[in-house]
């Protein structure tokens, strides 16, 4: 018998979640039967998208009351009873929030830590880190070499990877991102060309003069104002990309869109959503290239990682805080 610890929702938030929405609970794991295994989680990955599920939800679905909080994660198999997986196994998949869990082995993909680290799978080369920016910028994006990018939430885990992207291929990056401290790390960690403080700076003026030409690409993880911002400095025929809009997630129920949205016919510019599932055939060109550019020493992502399942929410209410770059638990 297995002893896990999970995180589950003991309360549904109003708005911004609170420590209070989540509860710490064990409970006895049962030995896998044929076609599970037994995985011990070593890194749970924090998103945005979680957060979405505690309210009133979102395209991912609501979470019911003492459900186990979701989460992607790797961790190593210790007992399997399906040949496709052996104990020692590292593994990535939805390991929820929590220590231990017995699932199917077909949940989870088999890894290659022989030159990278497992948690390298929720960075710079996770589905919704890593994969997310290259999809967003280079397949739905267009991203060329000649491109002025902007990225909001640019001191984020899919922000940070959206510059470095944007920056390997050649383009001017501009990051938007909250403070000082964030600029720091976009201009002289990162190595962009230059970085907003949107709590600090007027934004559509620094655009102004950063981007006299105007923004080519922007891809957009937080919505509100900043859209607006770069709307109103869009060059013509550039592209928006939609992935996320954090700054509206607190109150799905009362989304605020664009109001500069006009300016997408005046410059004949185009604006595109997109989800990372929906673009499953370019993950293994993605994977490939984000692995090598890795391998080369060219992504300086900053990792952050609180240690104990007991920290798992407040590193969800980090997301909102202010934190830089890739936020993790390590349970």
């Known amino acids: 018998m297995t002893m896990n610890r999970k995180v589950v929702l003991a309360s549904k938030p109003a708005h911004l979640p609170t420590l209070d929405c989540f509860a710490i609970q064990?409970?006895?794991?049962?030995?896998?039967?044929?076609?599970?295994?037994?995985v011990k989680v070593a890194h749970i990955s924090i998103d945005a998208w979680i957060s979405t599920m505690l309210g009133a939800?979102?395209?991912?679905?609501a979470l019911p009351?003492?459900?186990?909080?979701?989460?992607?994660?790797?961790?190593?198999?210790?007992?399997?009873?399906?040949?496709?997986?052996k104990a020692g196994d590292t593994v990535f998949g939805p390991v929820g929030a929590q220590t231990h869990l017995v699932a199917p082995a077909a949940m989870f993909r088999k890894l290659d830590t022989s030159q990278i680290p497992a948690r390298s799978y929720l960075g710079v080369l996770g589905l919704t880190t890593g994969i997310t920016a290259y999809v967003?910028?280079?397949?739905?994006?267009?991203?060329?070499?000649?491109?002025t990018v902007v990225v909001s939430a640019a001191a984020g885990a899919t922000g940070s990877v959206a510059c470095e992207i944007a920056r390997i291929v050649g383009a001017r990056v501009i990051g938007i991102a909250g403070g000082p401290e964030k600029v720091r790390y976009l201009e002289e960690e990162l190595g962009i060309a230059a970085g907003i403080d949107y709590k600090n700076e007027d934004v559509g003026k620094r655009l102004a003069e950063l981007a006299p030409h105007g923004v080519n690409l922007f891809f957009d993880n937080v919505g509100g104002t900043i859209l607006d911002a770069v709307l109103e400095n869009l060059a013509p025929e550039a592209r928006v990309v939609i992935w996320g809009a954090i700054s509206q997630y607190p109150r799905l129920d009362q989304v605020t869109g664009p109001s500069r949205y006009l300016k997408l016919a005046e410059r004949n510019a185009s604006m595109r959503g997109f989800t990372v599932d929906h673009w499953s055939k370019a993950h293994p060109q993605a994977e490939a290239d984000l692995n090598g550019w890795l391998k080369a020493g060219k992504f300086k992502l900053r990792e952050e990682i609180l240690d104990g399942i007991e920290r798992f929410p407040e590193a969800i209410l980090l997301?909102?805080?202010?934190?830089v770059g890739k936020l993790m638990v390590a349970p």
Do not use: I, R, W
Request: hydrophobic share 45%; aromatic share 2%; glycine share 18%.
């Open 26 to 38: 064990q409970e006895t794991l049962a030995a896998p039967v044929a076609g599970q295994v037994l």
């Open 136 to 147: 967003g910028l280079k397949t739905v994006g267009d991203l060329v070499a000649s491109d």
């Open 57 to 61: 939800g979102s395209l991912h679905g």
């Open 65 to 85: 009351l003492g459900a186990t909080v979701p989460g992607l994660g790797v961790g190593q198999v210790l007992v399997s009873n399906d040949p496709a997986l």
């Open 319 to 323: 997301l909102y805080s202010g934190h």
